[in-house]
């Protein structure tokens, strides 16, 4: 995935660029800024524990701070708009608690118009960095505010604090469980493994992991490692073979069960697709 830095100013309070992706599979993870995505072409799908979501060229999605997520995408070409929640500090009471909600796309009437006032502005604050006039991070700044209070003002809901507490303890616990996965992801290793490397009891932390993830650590397992044969796949040329087991697939025929299910090819196929 290639990055370009549309705005990264301190003084404007959030990061905006454009990503321009040949295909990429992005693992479970979380982020403390509020996230925007918007399609300019393409499509990509945004997986949640309990649902995914489908975005194509021309629409955009909305991604709460904290929220697991996965993202699998085909060549596509977005904008990406990253609020941190600190944005809010000081302009709305209790900002933590937030959390924002939009009509899905297609919705007509009232939500449906509010859907397109917020594709303007992402619209006007992609034309002011582009042409960059006298002044452009004033306006982009107005843009981004007025983009917000129409977040906070249609979209939010407030989560119940001692909930909101809660998942931020699991999210510190599953962090450290995580990154002990990625660590070790190509190595054969069992769910009986990480556990006492961790210290805990392999029940507890199947338990846990499920419930804030909504896979089992052998699936997310095995979401790391396609995850790496998928990028690896459309952004080179080794064998195939090559790629599985340098990312911990040493049961072959699984992997590519698995990779199949996934993103709806084999792997041969999958890279003659992206490559016509």
């Given amino acids: 995935m290639r990055h370009e830095i549309i705005l990264q100013d301190p003084a404007a309070g959030a990061h905006f660029f454009h990503s321009r992706s040949g295909g990429n599979s992005v693992t ?23 649902h995914c979501e489908t975005v194509e060229a021309g629409e955009f999605t909305l991604i709460n701070s904290c929220t697991v997520h996965a993202v699998v995408s085909r060549p596509n070409d977005a904008l990406v708009l990253q609020i941190p929640i600190e944005l809010f500090e000081g302009q709305v009471e209790n900002y933590e608690l937030l959390m924002f909600t939009l009509p899905p796309p297609g919705t007509e009437g009232e939500g449906g118009i509010k859907r397109e006032v917020i594709r303007e502005l992402l619209d ?47 999210l510190d616990r599953l ?27 392999e029940d507890y932390l199947s ?30 040329d080794r064998p195939v073979g090559e790629i599985f087991e340098q990312h911990g697939c040493f049961n072959r025929k699984l992997a590519v069960r698995l990779f199949r299910q996934r993103y709806g090819a084999a792997p041969g196929e999958l890279r003659r697709q992206t490559r016509r």
């Fill in 175 to 201: 962090q450290q469980m995580i990154g002990c996965i990625e660590a070790n992801y190509n190595r054969r290793i069992r769910v009986r493994d990480i556990a006492e490397m961790l210290g805990y009891s």
């Fill in 207 to 236: 338990r846990i992991f499920r419930k804030q993830m909504g896979i089992g650590i052998v699936d997310y397992l095995y979401e790391i490692r396609l995850g790496h044969v998928y990028n690896d796949l459309l952004t080179s």
């Fill in 124 to 170: 006007q604050m992609l034309d002011l960095c582009d042409e960059r006039p006298e002044g452009y991070l004033l306006a982009f700044k107005s843009l981004l505010y007025r983009l917000l209070y129409l977040l906070v003002r249609d979209f939010s809901v407030r989560k119940v604090r001692g909930e909101y507490e809660h998942s931020l303890r699991h």
């Fill in 28 to 50: 479970p993870h979380w982020h403390h800024s509020l996230e925007i995505l918007y399609l300019r072409a393409g499509s990509l799908r945004v997986e949640y524990p309990d």
